[in-house]
């Protein structure tokens, strides 16, 4: 899943032009979450499944092809886990989501007559810091995973 630039026209030409653009980047990191969730069940499911059933299927004398390749698949699901990182990106999409909808919630709760300049400056603001506190910390699992660190979690950025 790529991020999709936001549509300048629509989120701009809207009435209340910044909440637009909230909403938008809060669909976006929704989007995120929950394909990052399921590939992270998926991964962790299909690495303890091959896992257990490789030393189930030695303990049983099962031919040694079978066991090879159910060992292979272990070993799939493990640099699966470690290249795409989906634990990690699951948690980043669910703390960016959750601070960007806290900050929607906020402005959404001042009466419209409330919501001036400085109640939009606030949300932007919100927004920009979102965007900035998802690139440190991806910044930061990459220089760990780059300098040799025992730390997996440095995955791909957010799609």
């Not at 962790?44 to 257990?52: R, V, W």
């Amino acid at each position: 899943m790529r991020r999709q630039p936001p549509d300048a026209i629509a989120w701009s030409e809207a009435p209340d032009p910044v909440l637009a653009l909230a909403l938008g980047e809060l669909a976006f990191y929704e989007r995120v979450r929950d394909s990052a969730r399921l590939w992270y069940r998926v991964s962790e499911l299909g690495a303890l499944a091959t896992s257990s059933a490789t030393v189930v299927a030695a303990g049983l004398h099962a031919p040694a092809w079978l066991t090879a390749i159910i060992a292979g698949g272990a070993l799939f699901f493990t640099g699966f886990r470690q290249v795409f990182a989906h634990g990690p990106r699951y948690v980043l999409a669910s703390q960016s989501r959750e601070t960007l909808r806290r900050a929607v919630n906020r402005y959404r709760l001042l009466p419209e007559a409330d919501r001036d300049e400085t109640a939009r400056r606030e949300l932007l603001a919100a927004i920009e810091q979102v965007g900035d506190e998802e690139l440190r910390q991806w910044a930061e699992q990459r220089s760990r995973a780059t300098q040799g660190g025992t730390d997996p979690t440095g995955g791909p950025a957010l799609p």
